[in-house]
């Protein structure tokens, strides 16, 4: 069953190799000559270059020790906890570049942990390494989009609506109120690539679940089953993780700069008039 399920995969060859380098230029090429960066430069591309060679490395590595971890219960929990710090710093960094950052490991812990104890509960996800690995990674990669998106919605937003944030002080709210009034319906966008992927599964796309499945000899059967409980799962721990970031932006916890009602600040003064009234 291996040897039919290797048989039609992709061939590690020469061929693969090329064609990766080749896609991976063209990749960086559009978004350098289209000037897809935030600033107008083309800084994307070269995140782009970067993000693909230390994918091949990390995959690499990935490859050498996998084998050895999904064996050992310690080293299968010290992966998991590389992976939640590598990405409570990638999403962290990604949102904010101030020191504010490491209030990402909540939104992305608070739903994971209790989703992945209760499927090993249930024992629907045995703690051995070749199911808890991918089912909880799958996990963690949602709340880390889920993450970055809504938070940097959120941010964005708050930024560029500042006046109507100073007008909610103005009328008598709290500074957490004020600020979901102005960030909560842009943050929710946030869960859209989940609900869509889900709407369209099995129609638009088959995602990897499904497709490792089935290549490993599962029935169709059990492949949807099993495709179904990651999507519902992903839901799950995204909603949660936009909902814990919309909160911890609305009391400040995670800013880029100083929290608009911190003082100093024309928040603080107007949050005080408030006050005052």
Do not use: C, Y
Not at 46 to 71: D, F, K, N, P, Y
Not at 151 to 177: K, V
Not at 217 to 241: D, E, K, T
Not at 256 to 263: Q, V
């Amino acid at each position: 069953m291996r040897e039919i399920a290797a048989q039609t995969l992709l061939p590690v060859n020469v061929t693969l190799a090329v064609v990766l380098v080749v896609l991976l230029l063209a990749a960086a090429t559009v978004a350098a000559v289209f000037r897809l960066s935030p600033d107008g430069s083309r800084g994307r591309a070269r995140e782009m270059a970067v993000a693909g060679v230390r994918a091949t490395v990390q995959l690499a590595a990935v490859s050498l020790v996998i084998g050895w971890v999904v064996h050992h219960t310690a080293a299968l929990f010290g992966f998991l906890l590389l992976m939640f710090a590598v990405a409570t710093r990638t999403a962290g960094r990604r949102i904010t570049p101030n020191g504010t950052w490491w209030w990402a490991a909540v939104p992305i812990a608070a739903p994971v942990v209790p989703v992945v104890a209760a499927l090993t509960l249930a024992g629907l996800v045995p703690v051995r390494g070749i199911a808890m690995i991918p089912v909880t990674g799958i996990l963690i990669g949602g709340a880390l989009t889920a993450t970055v998106l809504g938070g940097r919605r959120a941010l964005d937003e708050l930024r560029t609506r500042t006046g109507e944030f100073e007008a909610g002080l103005a009328i008598g709210l709290l500074a957490r109120d004020a600020r979901l009034e102005v960030i909560r319906p842009a943050a929710s966008d946030a869960l859209l690539p989940g609900l869509d992927q889900t709407r369209t599964v099995g129609l638009v796309t088959l995602p990897g679940a499904f497709v490792g499945m089935l290549l490993g000899g599962a029935s169709p059967v059990q492949a949807g089953a099993v495709q179904l409980f990651v999507l519902i799962a992903l839901m799950a721990v995204q909603a949660l993780a936009v909902a814990l970031t919309v909160e911890l932006v609305a009391h400040g916890k995670l800013h880029r700069d100083p929290p608009p009602d911190a003082p100093g600040t024309p928040g603080a003064a107007a949050s005080g008039r408030a006050a005052d009234a």
